[in-house]
């Protein structure tokens, strides 16, 4: 039975921590509640970092969770800029701060998120190069686009998956120059596969994007500290003022490793491995959002989901599952993208390999359509583009694992609802 004489403490302060506090209150807790997060700014949410506050369409406290004075009037303790350096599980506790305060806690959450990956490369201590994650990555990089676009600047982004498409879309509408490097064949073919891949790799080619594809980059080169090329390996070397490292994002388990949890695979994603209820191996710790490598049924495998909606939903039912409800989080992957003036919506997990066919309903060449990712005529995925309102019977289809006819499905004229038994 939960009371008022248990704390809980929340271990990360971005979108999956805050909403992890608020449900805590909201489901009526009146225990303590202590969340610890290493950055100063409040807790807030990222897509805004590669979308509309780097456009300058947003303003900087649109991004925040919540209003400033929410957590004390709901009387959580948050610690910002405070660096989590130890748990103790026989203890129950956790050791913060520069002082090493240490608090009890009765149910601990890890909401650690994840941290760009690095170049490792000769170059990339350069003013200059830049990763994209934080606000203040943000900041500093919507300056950048903005100075580059004023100067007929030229950045080289490495990595053609979602961040590096989107400030490649956001660069070319400051108008600056860019260059995109990319190993595989096609932008976000992990995800797409090459099919959709191809569609985005079009659509930025019109926008003026220069793709370099089967590449890697070797070396940024500068002088006097400031990025001047980046090679690559095929021994091409391109003009650069700036470089953006968009390489992926690594799972933050370093305090879970050091307390002795179990870390999952790097065939899953890495992260910190949870059961069905966001529980770690450790009955009175759970995990969410980026940094939690959940089972999911549907799929039959363990994912790691970095998507703005597996945070927004992961931190409340952690929340409701340290309170003790029953609590089976198995959502659909969702998330969404905006370049230029495409929308897109994407549901499901169809990595390459794990599908048979692709069917199209719409037109692809108008990009207006869904796309959707088969095996054994069961959808696996689906992706909506600049068509809108269909993410529920999508999510729907994909849970009722129907075998479906290919014929109906690309027909706009049958109704997703229909494809169900």
Same mark, same amino acid.
């Given at each position: 039975?939960?009371?008022?004489?248990?704390?809980?403490?929340?271990?990360?302060?971005?979108?999956?921590?805050?909403?992890?506090?608020?449900?805590?209150?909201?489901?009526?807790?009146?225990?303590?509640?202590?969340?610890?997060?290493?950055?100063?700014?409040?807790?807030?949410?990222?897509?805004?970092?590669?979308?509309?506050?780097?456009?300058?369409?947003?303003?900087?406290?649109?991004?925040?969770?919540?209003?400033?004075?929410?957590?004390?009037?709901?009387?959580?303790?948050?610690?910002?800029?405070?660096?989590?350096?130890?748990?103790?599980?026989?203890?129950?506790?956790?050791?913060?701060?520069?002082?090493?305060?240490?608090?009890?806690?009765?149910?601990?959450?890890?909401?650690?998120?994840?941290?760009?990956?690095?170049?490792?490369?000769?170059?990339?201590?350069?003013?200059?190069?830049?990763?994209?994650?934080?606000?203040?990555?943000?900041?500093?990089?919507?300056?950048?686009?903005?100075?580059?676009?004023?100067?007929?600047?030229?950045?080289?982004?490495?990595?053609?998956?979602?961040?590096?498409?989107? *400030? +490649? @879309?956001?660069?070319?509408?400051?108008?600056?120059?860019?260059?995109? $490097? =990319?190993?595989?064949?096609?932008? &976000?073919? #992990?995800?797409?596969?090459?099919?959709?891949?191809?569609?985005?790799?079009?659509?930025?080619?019109?926008?003026?994007?220069?793709?370099?594809?089967?590449?890697?980059?070797?070396?940024?080169?500068?002088?006097?500290?400031?990025?001047?090329?980046?090679?690559?390996?095929?021994?091409?070397?391109?003009?650069?003022?700036?470089?953006?490292?968009?390489?992926?994002?690594?799972?933050?388990?370093?305090?879970?490793?050091?307390?002795?949890?179990?870390?999952?695979?790097?065939?899953?994603?890495?992260?910190?491995?949870?059961?069905?209820?966001?529980?770690?191996?450790?009955?009175?710790?759970?995990?969410?959002?980026? *940094? +939690? @490598?959940?089972?999911?049924?549907?799929?039959?495998?363990?994912?790691? $989901? =970095?998507?703005?909606?597996?945070? &927004?939903? #992961?931190?409340?039912?952690?929340?409701?599952?340290?309170?003790?409800?029953?609590?089976?989080?198995?959502?659909?992957?969702?998330?969404?993208?905006?370049?230029?003036?495409?929308?897109?919506?994407?549901?499901?997990?169809?990595?390459?390999?794990?599908?048979?066919?692709?069917?199209?309903?719409?037109?692809?060449?108008?990009?207006?359509?869904?796309?959707?990712?088969?095996?054994?005529?069961?959808?696996?995925?689906?992706?909506?583009?600049?068509?809108?309102?269909?993410?529920?019977?999508?999510?729907?289809?994909?849970?009722?694992?129907?075998?479906?006819?290919?014929?109906?499905?690309?027909?706009?004229?049958?109704?997703? @609802?229909?494809?169900?038994?």
């Amino acid at each position: 039975m939960v009371d008022a004489d248990q704390t809980f403490v929340i271990v990360g302060g971005g979108l999956a921590g805050a909403k992890a506090a608020e449900t805590l209150r909201a489901e009526g807790f009146s225990g303590r509640v202590i969340l610890i997060c290493d950055e100063r700014d409040h807790p807030y949410e990222r897509p805004p970092l590669s979308k509309g506050y780097l456009l300058g369409k947003e303003e900087r406290d649109s991004v925040f969770v919540h209003e400033p004075a929410w957590y004390a009037q709901n009387d959580i303790e948050l610690h910002l800029g405070q660096t989590v350096d130890a748990i103790d599980r026989t203890a129950k506790t956790v050791r913060f701060g520069e002082d090493g305060t240490v608090v009890r806690y009765d149910k601990l959450l890890l909401a650690t998120g994840a941290e760009p990956r690095r170049l490792d490369i000769p170059g990339t201590d350069l003013a200059g190069v830049h990763h994209l994650r934080r606000l203040a990555h943000a900041e500093r990089l919507k300056g950048v686009l903005a100075s580059l676009g004023r100067d007929n600047g030229h950045i080289v982004i490495a990595g053609a998956g979602w961040i590096g498409l989107e *400030v +490649a @879309a956001a660069a070319r509408e400051y108008g600056a120059e860019v260059t995109v $490097v =990319e190993p595989e064949p096609t932008p &976000l073919h #992990g995800v797409l596969g090459p099919e959709l891949g191809a569609l985005f790799a079009e659509l930025h080619r019109e926008h003026g994007v220069r793709f370099r594809f089967g590449v890697r980059l070797t070396e940024i080169v500068g002088q006097d500290g400031v990025v001047l090329a980046a090679r690559t390996d095929d021994g091409e070397e391109h003009p650069a003022h700036d470089v953006l490292a968009a390489i992926g994002a690594a799972p933050r388990v370093a305090l879970a490793e050091a307390a002795g949890l179990e870390i999952a695979d790097r065939a899953h994603g890495g992260g910190v491995a949870v059961d069905a209820h966001l529980r770690t191996s450790d009955p009175d710790i759970y995990a969410a959002g980026d *940094v +939690a @490598a959940f089972p999911h049924a549907l799929f039959d495998i363990r994912l790691r $989901v =970095e998507h703005w909606a597996n945070a &927004l939903n #992961g931190g409340p039912a952690a929340a409701k599952a340290m309170l003790g409800q029953q609590v089976t989080y198995d959502r659909v992957p969702y998330f969404f993208s905006d370049q230029y003036d495409l929308g897109m919506e994407y549901s499901g997990w169809a990595p390459p390999g794990s599908y048979d066919q692709v069917v199209i309903r719409g037109d692809a060449g108008k990009r207006e359509f869904i796309a959707f990712w088969l095996r054994e005529s069961r959808v696996l995925a689906g992706m909506n583009v600049n068509v809108w309102d269909v993410t529920e019977p999508i999510q729907n289809l994909i849970r009722s694992q129907a075998q479906v006819d290919s014929e109906a499905l690309a027909d706009p004229h049958v109704p997703l @609802a229909h494809l169900i038994p």
